[in-house]
């Protein structure tokens, strides 16, 4: 059974408000369509910090999730290991839903 946050993720992808994968989360952070990025936990750090500094620069919150890339996968119904959401509503819930122990950059991002 997935955590409520993770159905709220493949709910996300369902209602196209989910850009997976890291060129779709790349573009959608430079188009500025992303409220909240999202990264599995197994990512490699290299990637990791490519997005994070592409996030960053345009004041946008990145999450790093305490789920692997083959759960995240599982929840949204394509291979990606990080996801970026573009709808500020479900960026909200998210982070609401999020298990506190994940590792945040910014503490409570407006959105």
């Known amino acids: 059974m997935n955590p409520s946050w993770l159905s709220l993720l493949g709910m996300a992808r369902r209602a196209r408000r989910l850009a997976p994968g890291s060129s779709a989360v790349l573009q959608s952070i430079r188009d500025k369509k992303a409220y909240l990025v999202l990264i599995a936990s197994d990512i490699s750090p290299k990637t990791a910090a490519n997005i994070r500094f592409a996030a960053e620069r ?48 910014k503490e409570e991002p407006s959105l």
Do not use: Y
């Open 58 to 105: 345009q004041d946008i919150p990145v999450c790093m999730l305490p789920c692997t890339l083959e759960q995240l996968s599982s929840a949204i119904g394509i291979r990606a290991g990080l996801v970026a959401l573009e709808d500020a509503g479900f960026a909200r819930a998210a982070l609401k839903k999020i298990p506190s122990h994940a590792e945040n950059t």
